[in-house]
């Protein structure tokens, strides 16, 4: 399962996310990769049960004064569903994003669940 976000005239990237089987242990940052003008973010995120909660790319912004790319991860509720169960479910994640020039900075955060949190950049 996964998705993409397509590119957004004006904002000058394209953006695809999808869950993927990872060997990075959900207490560690995420990895990021940079080859030319693609950037590879890998992880994996300890989320609410998998019956109320999903893995989701919930912002993914690039600031042209900067040549910055700002990109988080979260496992998101869906308040809708009944019946969760307290298991924490963990999964691997990819976000590739590409831009004719390449970043010059990049931040990649992951919100976990019971409030931890995991970050990693790289700059050019």
């Known amino acids: 399962?996964?998705?993409?976000?397509?590119?957004?005239?004006?904002?000058?990237?394209?953006v695809t996310f999808e869950r993927v089987e990872t060997d990075i242990d959900a207490d560690a940052p995420p990895e990021i990769t940079v080859e030319g003008e693609t950037v590879l973010v890998e992880g994996t995120v300890a989320y609410g049960s998998t019956d109320c909660a999903g893995l989701e790319l919930v912002h993914a912004r690039y600031q042209r004064s900067q040549e910055r790319l700002d990109l988080?991860?979260?496992?998101?509720?869906?308040?809708?569903?009944?019946?969760?169960?307290?298991?924490?479910?963990?999964?691997?994640?990819?976000?590739?994003?590409?831009?004719?020039?390449?970043?010059?900075?990049?931040?990649a955060t992951e919100h976990h669940a019971q409030g931890r949190v995991y970050s990693a950049s790289f700059e050019e």
Do not use: H, M
Request: some cysteine.
């Open 1 to 14: 399962c996964g998705g993409r976000l397509d590119r957004v005239p004006g904002i000058g990237f394209d």
């Open 72 to 107: 988080l991860v979260a496992g998101v509720d869906d308040g809708a569903k009944s019946g969760c169960n307290d298991a924490l479910a963990s999964q691997g994640y990819r976000v590739e994003a590409t831009r004719g020039g390449g970043f010059r900075y990049v931040s």
